[in-house]
């Protein structure tokens, strides 16, 4: 089991520039997350998606879009990028997305933009 | 709004010795806590987690107190190992695990 991978693992983008984060679980989950880690912080969800087919804003979603692509692939588009969205990028999932299911964590994408 | 709150940023322990990271929180109807270790370039990893229901709960090493009447709580690490040394986040789970709140960590390091 590779648990919960992401790919790039680092990216450089110009101001303006679009990319999409990709991430993937291979442990049957139904619930998935995006968040984002700025230095000194803890994590802020961006969206999540309870489900295959279903996704949700968090508390950060200014600026991005997601895809629920199957229920293994959840995706993280940065449609212009700025430079406030410099930070760690994290996704996770969980069994359930009930309080007190486990959340497995991504090794993380790290974005700078210029 | 919501908050959740470690003390210290930076923890120091000599290797052996038993570590103590705390945690503040706000919401009082808050009733689901978690700690995680996060290790350096790697994501978030679950430690232990602690129900209001309970006053403590102890895993392999770790123990969580929690004290609702002053909003507190904290991890202790018995006997701190070298690979323990990562970044702890507590964080309240009130809701659902789409609804966590983060704290800003406190970063542990061992002296040998």
């Known amino acids: 089991n590779a648990g919960v991978t992401q790919t790039p693992k680092f990216q450089v983008l110009k101001t303006g520039q679009s990319m999409t984060l990709q991430c993937a679980q291979d442990?049957?989950?139904?619930?998935m997350y995006w968040y984002r880690q700025d230095p000194g912080m803890g994590l802020r969800l961006i969206y999540y998606?309870?489900?295959?087919?279903?996704?949700d804003k968090g508390e950060v979603p200014n600026g991005y879009n997601v895809s629920r692509l199957n229920k293994r692939e959840f995706s993280l588009r940065l449609e212009s990028a700025a430079p406030s969205q410099t930070s760690v990028y994290f996704c996770a999932s969980s069994e359930t997305g009930v309080q007190g299911d486990e959340q497995y964590f991504g090794p993380g994408t790290r974005l700078t933009v210029t | 709004g919501e908050s959740v709150g470690l003390h210290l940023p930076t923890l120091s322990v000599q290797e052996g010795d038993n570590s103590i990271i705390n945690c503040a929180y706000s919401?009082?109807?808050?009733?689901?806590f978690i700690w995680y270790k996060q290790e350096s370039g790697k994501g978030p990893q679950f430690i232990i987690d602690i129900r209001s229901n309970m006053d403590k709960r102890q895993g392999q090493r770790v123990t969580v107190l929690l004290n609702k009447t002053v909003k507190h709580l904290s991890l202790q690490i018995a006997a701190t190992q070298p690979g323990d040394s990562a970044v702890y986040f507590c964080a309240d789970g009130y809701s659902s695990a789409s609804k966590i709140i983060f704290g800003s960590g406190t970063r542990l390091s061992i002296r040998p």
């Open positions: 919401n009082s109807a808050s009733d689901y």
């Open positions: 998606s309870a489900s295959e087919g279903t996704t």
């Open positions: 442990m049957n989950h139904n619930s």
